[in-house]
């Protein structure tokens, strides 16, 4: 398995700004995903990034709202844009070990 | 199309079995099982791959039909640690094209 750091672990944010939340992972991974959980709900694939190309979407989900980085084999980031409170949730990111994804602890972002 | 699972919730005495089921609309190459506590990240607990092998480690395991598109799991003799929700996570493709579309959950909960 891999471990798993996001930062921030939880964040109060105004309406309107942006926040930046970061993973990074101990060992290099191909496939890292970024996971949105709403209060009481499932996990919901935002998008799919891989190192050295373009993060790939969901449906329901756009670059503008949710910029993604992916520098190198062992660090993304994930933007939350422009917010609103129906942006309150936690931002879970997950990498691929083989077959097996595992997750980071996770960003609880409440949006005021 | 999001699985389906049943059943919603369920609340066991210590020592009780339950078993959790992971319905899917579409053919899968793998079924992942993930329990998460109120606060924490999903915990990975098995995975299974199309062929319909049974798995299991101590006393939880699980099996997989893939002609049915169904998973089960299978929990017995159910300890207090045992307690949060259980997401199946549902992979159409495996490999490079991986990703995973998660179930609706179930929330388990062992009394004393």
């Known amino acids: 398995s891999a471990v798993i750091s996001q930062k921030p672990s939880r964040d109060i944010c105004q309406r309107g700004t942006s926040l930046t939340i970061q993973c990074q992972v101990d060992?290099?991974?191909?496939?890292m995903f970024w996971y949105r959980q709403q209060p009481g709900q499932s996990l919901t694939l935002i998008a799919t990034?891989?190192?050295?190309?373009?993060?790939?979407?969901e449906s329901g989900f756009v670059i503008d709202k949710f910029p993604i980085s992916r520098p190198n084999l062992t660090f993304s980031t994930l933007t939350v844009s422009n917010m609103s409170p129906e942006d309150s949730s936690i931002y879970l990111c997950?990498?691929?070990?083989?077959?097996?994804?595992?997750f980071g602890p996770g960003t609880r972002l409440t949006v005021l | 199309q999001q699985p389906v699972q049943s059943p919603q919730a369920v609340i066991l005495r210590e020592g009780e079995d339950a078993v959790i089921n992971c319905s899917s609309s579409?053919?899968?190459?793998?079924v992942h099982w993930y329990r998460q506590k109120h606060g924490e990240a999903p915990v990975f607990l098995m995975i299974?791959?199309?062929?319909?092998e049974q798995k299991g480690h101590e006393k939880i395991s699980a099996s997989f039909n893939e002609k049915k598109q169904q998973s089960s799991l299978y929990l017995t003799a159910s300890q207090l640690s045992y307690s949060g929700t259980y997401f199946c996570?549902?992979?159409?493709?495996?490999?490079?094209?991986?990703?995973?579309?998660f179930g609706t959950g179930t929330r388990l909960q062992v009394t004393l």
């Open positions: 299974l791959l199309k062929g319909g």
């Open positions: 997950s990498v691929q070990n083989g077959d097996t994804q595992y």
């Open positions: 579409k053919a899968l190459y793998s």
């Open positions: 996570g549902t992979d159409l493709f495996g490999g490079t094209a991986s990703k995973l579309t």
């Open positions: 060992s290099q991974v191909t496939m």
């Open positions: 990034a891989n190192q050295g190309s373009e993060a790939t979407y």
